[in-house]
């Protein structure tokens, strides 16, 4: 259980730091310049961390923390829940930016800024998980931090099932915001929260649900087991055209 307490302290320590950035900034920098670029660094940053982090207690958890599958599901839904509390309006998804786009929400460099902006948001996240796994605070980070030039692949399906589920689950998605957008806030985020857990753990065995272009290039682009070229079709082509056919 060791393992988990360290797993829940960086989780808090994520949010709170992300979080105090996200205040110094609207703070200190032009309203612009923090809705299209600050906003979408810190709130992808916050959601790649977390995701690492998480993805590590799945994979590793089962056998070297002693704790099941459930328990990856249940933090993952409570992870969303915070998600959709602090990210105040953050899209942290690429696909979304996109919907925002079609939707004639926001103009095109806006767009192409905001899509800037969480790319550098899920490096810095790689680069604050990867330096906090090199601490080895527990014994779970110490094993992650010797398997991590040899990560598994997160797509365990064929390349056509795979594009087929991050298609589906991006279309939801997309659904679910534009269908919940006049809901109440905590109905919205709360909503969200559960049909994100759901997804996950229909097609988490299957593609890890990530249905978001920007993270899944950094989680898992770089891992063995398939080509640059499936992982594309999969984990872009796969997402934009789920939000093709939702359009």
């Not at 696909?95 to 800024?113: D, I, N, R």
């Not at 589906?168 to 905590?186: D, E, G, T, V």
């Amino acid at each position: 259980m060791a393992g988990l307490n360290v797993s829940l302290c960086f989780f808090f320590a994520t949010v709170a730091l992300c979080e105090v950035a996200r205040r110094a900034s609207k703070a200190l920098l032009p309203a612009g310049a923090y809705d299209c670029f600050a906003r979408e660094a810190l709130g992808m940053a916050q959601l790649g961390a977390c995701c690492l982090e998480l993805r590590m207690l799945a994979e590793l958890g089962p056998w070297a923390g002693g704790f099941g599958p459930d328990l990856p599901l249940t933090l993952l839904f409570l992870l969303f829940l915070v998600h959709g509390a602090t990210f105040d309006g953050a899209a942290a998804n690429p696909a979304v930016s996109l919907q925002e786009f079609l939707l004639a929400e926001a103009s095109l460099p806006h767009t192409l800024l905001k899509l800037a902006a969480q790319g550098l948001g899920v490096q810095a996240a790689c680069t604050l998980t990867q330096l906090c796994w090199a601490w080895e605070l527990s014994d779970l980070h110490l094993l992650q931090s010797l398997l991590a030039q040899h990560c598994s692949s997160a797509l365990r399906t064929s390349v056509p099932h795979g594009a087929l589920l991050e298609g589906s689950c991006a279309f939801l998605f997309h659904l679910a915001l534009l269908r919940l957008r006049r809901s109440l806030p905590i109905c919205r985020v709360a909503a969200v929260a559960l049909l994100v857990t759901l997804m996950a753990y229909t097609a988490g065995p299957f593609t890890s649900a990530f249905f978001n272009p920007t993270l899944a290039t950094a989680v898992t682009f770089h891992c063995s087991g398939h080509t640059w070229l499936e992982y594309a079709q999969v984990y872009w082509l796969g997402p934009l055209t789920g939000l093709w056919v939702w359009r």
